[in-house]
Structures are given as C-alpha cells and as structure tokens.
C-alpha cells in the first residue's frame, strides 16, 4: 500500500504533521547550537576561544588544536586501544545480554522472577571500589587489556531492557508453534529470537558502544602500561600538558608552550574523541525499521 | 504428562544458556558485595574485613546526625522528583521522530538529538557556565534585547534545580529516545494497517496504537526512574555548585564526597551508599510491586 | 522454586564467606626474598653483585613518555644497581589509585613524589614503615646535608615518628601568592596613582565606574590559584589564612604565636570589619556579581574581553589569566600592586613560611625487603646532581651545568648552575621533567642562571616579573601580624573520624554566610550574631579543640 501522501491527508493529520515538524525543528535548534559551538570553537584562534568571541561560526579559523591534538605520540595507539576494546567489549556485551535475557524472557522458565530480583538487586547494591579493585587484583588482571573488557561485561539495566523488548515483539504464539515443530530453546534462540531482535541488538551496540568508548575511569584504575591506553586518557593527558603547576615549575619560562591554547584544546579534544562513536550511529539506524515481523507468524 | 516431560526438559536448557551471566554476576557483583560489611566496621587493612573492628550503626549515625543531613537529604529527593517528572520528554521526541515521513530529515534529527550525551560533563558545565554568563553570555544577551535584566543562573538558588535537570534532559533526551524509537519499530504493521483502514487520525493512531505497543517499555522505564530518584551523580552538581547556589545545590553524593576525600575514610563512605542503596531499592520494590499489580509488566 | 531459593542463598552465602577470609588473609607477605648485600655506603652501585629489584609508585605526567625506558632511569639502574618497576597514576587521579593500591597486597616499596595518608596507612596500618632507624650518615647523606636548614619534626606523625623523606620546593613567589593585579593602563588615563589604602582604593573604584560605566573593578573567582578577591581585600583588616592543613578545607583557622593557640579568624571582629568594607564596595557596584560563582576560565574570559572591562583582578599569577605569547598588548597592562592599608593601619602580605618543606616525599612500604637500598637510591635525589639530572638529563655538560662561568642567578648572586635542555612541553623521554621529588631550596631555585636583561613582560620574564612584584611589593608587609597559616597538622585517624564532617559543614557555613553579608543579603550587624551561634552549634568549638590537641602533640615533640 503507498504511503500517505501530504496532500491527501486530513486537515487534523496535516495540523498534526505541521506542529511535529515545528516541534522537532525546535529541539533540534536547542541541541544543534552548542554542538555547533563546540565545532566552531575547536577551530578557532585560541585567544578568540579565551575572550568568548566565538559565537557561532569560527573566529580566524586555524587548524592549531587538532596539529596539537594530533602530534601527540599516543593518539594513534589511544585509537587502536579504544576501537579494540569497543569492538571486542561490545561483542561480548551482546553476547552476555541476549544469553541472560532470552531465559529471562520466557514465561516457561521457572527461574525467571528470582534470577530477574538476582539481577537487578546487583544494580543498587555494590560493594564499591575497593572490593571490585581488589578482585580483580587477585584474579590477576591488573594492567591487563582483560581488565578493560571483562569486568563490564554485562549491564543490568541494559539487559532488562533487551528482555523487556523480547517480551513484547516474540509473540508467544510463534514459541507455542515452534514447539510443535520439535524445537528446542537453543535452537528457538538461534534461528528466531535473534534475527527479531535486529532493532534492539542495534540499540544495545550503540549504548554499550558509547559507553566502553567514553570509558577513562577502568582505565585510570587498571591499566599502567602507556601501550594500552584508550584514547581517553590520551586526551585527558593533552589537556593536563597544557595547564601547569605554577608552585611545582622553577623555572617559569619553561611554561608550558600549550597553556595559551588550553581552553582551545578541550574543544579539540571532544571533537577527536566523540567523532568517531557518533558516526556509529548511522549504521546502526539501518536495523531499526519497521515491520520487522512480517510474515513470521502466518502460516 | 508429554508437556510436562518437555517443560522440565527445556528448563535445564534455559539454565544453561543463562548460566554464564550468572558466573559472571556472582563473581564481579555478588563477591566484591560482601565489601558493604565495611560500613559496619573500622576497616583496617591489617585485620582484614573479618578482623576489624564492628562499630555497628556508628558511620550511619554520623552522616544521618550531621548538621546538614537534613538540609542534603532534601535537596537530593527534590532533584530526583523534578528529574523523574521530565521523564515523557524522551517518549514525546521518540514519537515526534517515528511520525516523520521524510527519511534524511528524520535520521539528521536523530543523530543531533543523541550527539550531546557525548559530551563530557566537564565540558558541559564549563559551556553551560560561558552561555550563561553574567555579562558576555549568549542567554543572558538575548534576554537583554527582549528587556529581561541578566539573569545569575548559577547563582541564583531559585532557578539553579531548573538549570541542573534541564540541563540533564539536553544531554539524555536523544539518547534515551533510542529505547523507544526501537520500541515503536516493533510496533506490528498490521495493527496500524488496521487502524488506517478505519479511518483513524494520526494523532489517534498515537494514542491507540502506537502507544499502548510501547507501554510495557515505558513501565520499565519508569520503574528504574523511581529507583534512581536519591542516586543524584555526584560529577554535574560538584562542577555547578558554588557558594551561591549551596543551599539547593548540596547534594548526598557531592557532601559525602568532601568529607570522603578530606579523610578516606570508606566506612563513612561506604555507609553513606548503602545509605542510599537501601532507600533506591526500597522504592524499587514499592513501584514494581504496584505495577504488578496493575499492569503485566514488571521487574520481577 | 522453593529449592532454588535455598540452593541459591546458600551459595550466596558460601561466596561471601569466601571473600571475606580471601580479604581477611590479607597480611601475608611473601618472606622467601632474600635480603641484598649492599656496597660500602655512599658509593655506587649500590648493590654488591648484580641487580636488586624494586617497584616504586610515583604520579605520572604526560610530557614523559615511558618511565621503563627512560634515559634517566637508565642511568640511574646502571648508577646504583636497582632496577626500578613503576606504577603510575595521573595527575588526577594518583590518589585514588594510590588508596586502591594501597588496600589490596600488591603493592610498590617505595611511594615516590606523593604521599598517602600517612595517618593511615603509617600510624595507624603500618604499611608505611617509620624509617627513625634508617635516616643515618650512611643511607641518607646527602638528604642530611640538605635537611640540615630544615626542621625535621615537620615529617614526624601523631606517634612521634618519621614516615617520610620532606620535600622541598621553594618557591619564593609561591609563599606570597596571593597577589592583585591592576589595570596600570587605565590608572594612567584617568590621572591617578596605584591605591595604597581602602579609602582610596574606595575613591579608585569610584572613579573607573564613572570613567567606564559597563567596566569591571574588582574580579575574582571561586575556583583558582589565589583568585579569591575578597580574601586579598581583607588583608587590610586581618590575616585569612589558606585551606587547613588537616582537612583542606577552608575553615580559616589560624595561629596566634603570641599566645600558640588556634583561633578562628572568621569570627573576629576584624573580620568583620573587613567583610563590611567589601559591602562598601559591592553597594558601590565595584564587586561583579560574578566572582561569587565563577571558575578562573570564566574570569580568565572576563579579563581577555574585547573592551578590556577589569580594573583589579585577584591571581597568583599574571599568566593564569593572561597569556604572554598571544596577547601581549593587554599582558603589559597590568601589573602587581601592594596590599592596601586598613583604616586602623592594618597592612598584611599572606605568606606561607615553611619555606617549601612539606613531608611526604619518599615513603617506603612493609613490602620492601630492603629499605636501606631504597633510601640510598632516593638519596641520589637529594644532592644538586641528582635533581638536575632527574629534572632535565644525565649528561652533565649537555643538559646542565653546574657553577657556570660569568651567569647570575635570580637573586644577582653568582649562578650555581645553568640549564641547557628546558623543560619540554612535548612528549619526551629523556629525563622525568617535574615528576619524583624536587630538591630545590630557595637558594638553590634563585641560583638557576637567568638572563638578567630578560623583559619581565616577555613570555620568557615571567619569573622575573614574578620574583621582582613579590621582593618589592609583598615581602616587605609579610611579618605585620601574628597570626599564621597552621603549615603542618598531623591528626590521627580517629581524630579525622571524628571532625572531618565537622571541618566541612563549618567551611561552608563560613564561605555562604561571607556571601550572603557581602552581597547584603544578610545584614552584617543584626546577623552576625546569629553566625556565630550557628558555628558553634556546627561543633566549631570541637574542631579547634581538635587542632589545638594535634598542634600541641606536635610541639612536645620537636622538644625532644
């Protein structure tokens, strides 16, 4: 069936379809502009970043930042660390969620609502820092590229939202019918839930995505090696370069030669650092499409 | 009797398939746990956790009876409450986009909605604080040319919650919204296939269809919020604050992480999270208990 | 279900159980290293045959590259026979890793150029061992030789032992650092002189506002190296101290060394006074809203505007807020002023007298087998080679000199050395630049050779700008007072447990409180009253109870 056109739509559509557009336009001007400005600023003279000159275009445009940004010896072993521990945490993000998930969403799983509280019980009660630290000292992980990926292997919250979107797309009739056939929840996991929950494995590839990308804390506490930093501690690391220690500097002059472009380096920075996580997105968008369920129940 | 055969059986396979996130919760979750019995004790490192000294409710007692418990306490469950109530903005922007007809404009939308949750909080406040300046701030400018006197956003008690939750809502809607732009993708064409057949409006078609699909989302959702009204993230606010705006701004997280660091001492800290642990989970079981009983979904 | 339930608590239970007797057994160390046989004292290697290993902490800086492979850790494991494996942490964050480290079993021998808590993990855990019986001729020479201007009780904790090697970093411009900077330029076209009390700096403020109605005349920030103005403007009533030195929070303790005891100074009546005149000027419109909640960026924004809006702003340093290389016009601006006399004549130049010496520097933990190496090696730091070469490179006559021919140091004496390979901004890993321990006593930082010709404005003349502005204009009103900073404070850790909250909640009532009478939200004479029964009830009284116990532990003993 061809979708609607404007033209042939009712006046109450129409209204409708206008004020959405307004609205989202609206929203998208709110977030837009300071994104904007984090763009412009990245590429502005630093002293028209320190006197707020820039408002929204750049202010005598330089590529001064990014040459800092990018003549740091780490930044190429920063991208390589973090796109490593992105792909392979990621993977196993998703693996562990849909394992625990799946189980979780099937009514005929008599420890279903104990291993649900089990889970979620772990998200509010933590033992802290300490105790984590020192397990994982004690599983020999320290400074480890297994300790960036292993501990975070799995998200409650994410895991439950995946269950819950399970729960509502795989309709029961399609387990009912599969069962006639013979077949087994490993195999109904395989070959049905699985390629259903396209738009929702999407979703989690881009969370835990984001979140593993962003990441400096693990890194912070674990790791030791300089080889295996993310590039989040590279740039962490850039912008602590350009602000120094006036009480620990003896000789004043020898300050550091990037403290006048301190503030432009922290636009710099996000922009190196966030980029790449956000063209993530477009490919993921293609999975999440309607009518997905097509067919799958007829018959 | 077949069924039941069968029943049993494909248990034994679900444990299996589960059993690996389960390994994994009892070591990095449920082991480090027992770490809480330090906001029982005087931990020293000498006498292990077992060894140490039990000092009971002493570091509960501390953070409840301090001068500003209180005052701190107040602050974090209104800042929670204000959050929680801006909780349909993401539903609303996530419904707003699944109407779009026209593909780019609805995709660019989309990827500069999640763009700010990108940006670290750092930067955030430190872009929040130039916009908003007293006197070369771009906010503060355009309300002069509208006639409105510069408004002190971060010193300025009143308006200081505003500015922290809808803040948070700049940096979280597009982010958020993703749930349920995934949700609505699900929604069965079939049903909105009817739906048109019947003449229904597009803002019916929202109401009766669209919605009621991705209402078992939104009840999850909904229940974690609840249980994260008094978990205030201590990073945002410790930037904002100042001594201005303290009054509002002194939160559980940002008072126990001054006196934690002044002291390093994990037994007031560690007292102070089971703290609010215990009162998030409490909610937690309220709400989701409630919504078992009136709705299908729930936690647990 | 119900089996389940049982299965699953009772292996709940057991791993509790588990871990806690896996953290229990916490304390057990691993006695099979042997002890290493050490050459003569005083020379090196240190080490009689072969290599000792040893693991150190130490913070991290970006403009190092590689600790492991460094020139100058090289020269130093071939040096002394010890071959050294580090953990880092960042600038940031080397405390919290250092306290992470610190509670698991695996941690380094020597905690280097930082220190942890030593009430704690000193006095208190023993992980940090007391070093009283190592500090002899033969481990520590050189640092004796350096130590012998200083007094060594600063390193001694609560039970009267040392934990720690001090550290000393001199900064002269440092112990009087908080300085104001006025806008000279703008002082020149409206025809007057720099103000040298507070009616005139009242009148000057006046007259800006007249002169320039949208300008700014006194800036200052919450966040940043000594930008707080209202603290510099006080100077004419009292004496503010700087962040406690227990709990480093501002609760403007003091001591009065005509009595030797603690007092509050932010319940004193000068302080009040003061507070009042800074009223004076926020009434007048002189006090921008701002400075109340404004990082040092914002201010640092402020200042660079366009218009060039401030008149005086509040910085430890001109540089933090204005940059010498890229806008040097407005750089030249601005210069240091003295502090202004109070009505009753009250002149006061802060000033931080310990002269650099903090303790701290060198830690050795229970882990290490053999302390008299470690210390040895640390020593090395302590004489004028060692910190040269930790600081810039190995190779004397390439990176450094030491009594160069025909130079002048800052001070106009004769130079002790001068230094080829500067401080590098990039990544390098030659030496370890500022990481580790700095040696640097005044009259060894002042003999660094200088160019005396240098322009104070260049972006090279900074040091003399600052040390020039510091002699002249602050040192001579450093001793109008008795109160001092309280430089050292060691409490204990049930002391600690007991006030800590009590410092914070008092540092705030006092900071919200300084707000609200400055900005005339609560009027100064029918309130005050009402604040310093709120500080009491605060617990104020105890906390200073606290600091006298601790300060006067201390005192008894250093007589020994």
Not at chain 3, 323 to 333: F, G, P, T
Request: aromatic share 12%; hydrophobic share 40%.
């Amino acid at each position: 069936m061809k979708k609607n056109k404007f033209r042939y739509m009712s006046v109450g559509d129409k209204t409708f379809t206008f004020v959405n557009y307004i609205f989202l336009s609206l929203i998208f001007v709110i977030i837009l502009y300071p994104l904007i400005y984090v763009v412009s600023a990245s590429f502005s003279d630093p002293q028209a970043v320190i006197s707020g000159e820039v408002v929204l275009f750049p202010v005598r445009p330089t590529l001064k930042g990014y040459k800092a940004v990018f003549q740091n010896k780490k930044i190429i072993s920063g991208f390589i660390n973090s796109f490593f521990y992105l792909f392979v945490g990621t993977a196993l993000n998703l693996i562990m969620t849909i394992l625990c998930a799946y189980p979780l969403s099937r009514k005929e799983f008599r420890a279903r609502g104990f291993l649900s509280l089990f889970f979620v019980f772990t998200m509010y009660f933590s033992g802290g820092m300490v105790p984590t630290y020192i397990l994982v000292n004690k599983l020999g992980l320290l400074n480890t590229r297994a300790a960036m990926i292993i501990p975070s292997a799995m998200s409650t919250y994410n895991m439950i939202i995946c269950r819950t979107y399970i729960v509502n797309t795989v309709p029961d009739e399609l387990y009912e019918a599969s069962q006639l056939d013979g077949c087994t929840p490993f195999r109904y996991l395989l070959s049905i839930v699985m390629p259903l929950s396209k738009p929702i494995m999407a979703v989690l590839t881009l969370y835990y995505g984001v979140s593993r990308w962003n990441d400096y804390f693990t890194a912070m506490l674990y790791l030791n090696n300089d080889k295996m930093q993310p590039l989040t501690m590279v740039m962490r690391e850039i912008l602590i370069m350009s602000k120094v220690d006036m009480t620990k500097v003896a000789d004043a002059s020898a300050v550091s030669k990037l403290q006048g472009m301190s503030d432009l380096l922290k636009y710099s920075t996000i922009v190196v650092a966030s980029l790449p996580v956000m063209l993530l997105y477009p490919f993921v968008q293609k999975h999440l499409v309607k009518g997905v369920m097509i067919g799958s129940v007829k018959g | 009797m077949k069924k039941k055969k069968r029943r049993k059986n494909s248990n034994w396979q679900f444990w299996a398939i589960i059993s690996l996130p389960v390994i994994y919760a009892i070591v990095f979750a449920y082991i480090p746990m027992g770490g809480i019995i330090i906001g029982f004790k005087d931990y020293s490192i000498r006498k292990g956790i077992l060894g140490s000294n039990w000092v009971g409710l002493k570091y509960f007692k501390q953070f409840l009876t301090s001068t500003n418990s209180l005052l701190v306490i107040k602050n974090t469950l209104i800042l929670g409450i204000y959050t929680l109530l801006t909780f349909p903005v993401p539903i609303i922007l996530a419904i707003g986009i699944n109407e779009m007809r026209c593909k780019w404009y609805k995709k660019t939308v989309q990827m500069i909605t999640y763009a700010p949750y990108f940006i670290s909080v750092v930067v955030l406040v430190g872009m929040m604080m130039q916009m908003m300046d007293l006197r070369s701030g771009i906010i503060n400018l355009l309300l002069g040319r509208i006639g409105v006197g510069p408004v002190n956003f971060f010193g300025n008690p009143k308006v200081f919650r505003s500015l922290y939750v809808w803040s948070g809502i700049w940096q979280t809607a597009g982010y958020s919204s993703i749930i349920y732009v995934a949700a609505l993708a699900g929604v069965p064409q079939e049903l909105e296939e009817a739906a048109i057949v019947d003449g229904a409006s597009r803002f019916q078609r929202i109401c009766h269809v669209d919605f009621p699909s991705i209402l078992p989302t939104i009840i999850i959702m909904l229940i974690f919020s609840f249980g994260n009204i008094i978990t205030i993230g201590m990073d945002k606010i410790y930037l904002m604050q100042n001594s201005m705006n303290a009054s509002v701004s002194e939160v559980i997280s940002t008072f126990v992480y001054k006196v934690g660091v002044v002291n390093s001492n994990f037994g007031y800290s560690t007292a102070a999270g089971l703290f609010q642990s215990l009162v998030s989970f409490v909610l937690l079981v309220i709400v989701n208990q409630a919504c078992k009983k009136l709705t299908d979904t729930s936690l647990w | 279900m119900g089996k389940i339930y049982k299965r699953a608590s009772a292996a709940g239970l057991s791993a509790m159980l588990a871990v806690s007797m896996l953290a229990g057994c916490g304390s057990k160390k691993d006695d099979t290293k042997k002890k290493a046989e050490l050459n003569e004292a005083g020379t090196y290697p240190i080490v009689k045959d072969g290599k000792l290993d040893m693991s150190v902490f130490t913070m991290s800086m970006p403009n190092v590259e590689d600790f492991a492979t460094n020139d100058f850790t090289k020269f130093m494991e071939e040096k002394t026979g010890i071959k050294m494996e580090f953990v880092t942490g960042g600038r940031d964050d080397w405390s919290d890793k250092l306290n992470m480290i610190l509670q698991s079993d695996d941690y380094p021998d020597i905690i280097f150029g930082v220190a942890p808590d030593l009430a704690k993990y000193g006095v208190k855990e023993g992980i940090v061992i007391p070093l009283d019986d190592y500090i002899t001729e033969e481990n520590v020479p050189n640092y004796l030789e350096v130590m012998k201007d200083y007094d060594m009780d600063i390193t001694r904790e609560t039970d009267g032992k040392i934990y720690s090697l001090a550290e000393v970093n001199d900064c002269y411009h440092c112990s009087y650092g908080r300085k104001m900077w006025v806008n000279k330029h703008y002082l020149d076209e409206m025809g007057v002189g720099v103000p040298t009390s507070t009616d005139e700096f009242i009148d000057v403020c006046k007259k800006f506002l007249e002169y320039k109605s949208d300008g700014i005349a006194v800036a200052g920030a919450v966040k940043g190296w000594f930008s707080r103005m209202q603290d510099w403007l006080m100077g004419a009533y009292t004496f503010i101290p700087s962040a406690s030195a227990a709990y480093n929070v501002r609760d403007f303790a003091a001591l009065n060394t005509d009595t030797d005891k603690i007092e509050d100074v932010a319940t004193t009546d000068e302080y009040k006074e003061g507070l009042k005149f800074i009223n004076e000027l926020y009434n007048m419109g002189a006090i921008y809203e701002g400075d109340f909640t404004q990082t040092g960026e914002q201010m640092k924004t402020l200042i660079n505007q366009s218009d060039e809006p401030v008149l005086f702003f509040a910085s430890g340093t001109i540089s933090d807020c204005i940059d010498s290389d890229s806008n040097n016009e407005l750089y030249r601006h601005y210069e240091a002023m003295a502090p202004i006399k109070g009505p009753d004549g009250t002149q006061i130049a802060w000033q931080e007298r310990n002269s650099g010496l903090s303790s701290g520097g060198v830690c050795i933990t229970d882990n290490c087998k053999d302390p008299e190496a470690a210390l040895r090696w640390a020593d090395f730091f302590y004489s004028e080679t060692g910190d040269l070469s930790s600081q810039y490179g190995p190779d004397e006559g390439k990176d450094w000199e030491l009594n160069p021919e025909g130079k002048v140091g800052m001070d106009g004496e004769p130079a002790l050395y001068e230094i080829f390979n500067e401080y590098s901004a990039e990544t390098q890993n030659h030496d370890w630049q500022d990481v580790g321990i700095r040696v640097a006593p005044r009259d060894f930082r002042m003999g660094q050779a200088m160019d005396v010709d240098v322009d104070p404005y260049s972006p090279g003349g900074l040091e003399k700008l600052l040390y020039d502005a510091t002699k002249e204009l602050y040192e001579p009103y450093g001793e109008n007072t008795n109160l001092r900073n309280i430089e050292v404070l060691k409490v204990t850790d049930e002391e600690s447990t007991d006030v800590s909250t009590t410092a914070v909640e008092i540092s705030k009532l006092i900071d919200e409180n300084a707000v609200a009478f400055i900005t005339g939200e609560k009027d100064i004479d029918s309130e005050w009253n009402n604040y310093l029964d709120a500080l009491e009830k605060a617990g104020l009284p105890d906390l200073l109870k606290t600091y006298q116990t601790a300060y006067d532990r201390m005192h008894s003993q250093s007589k020994e």
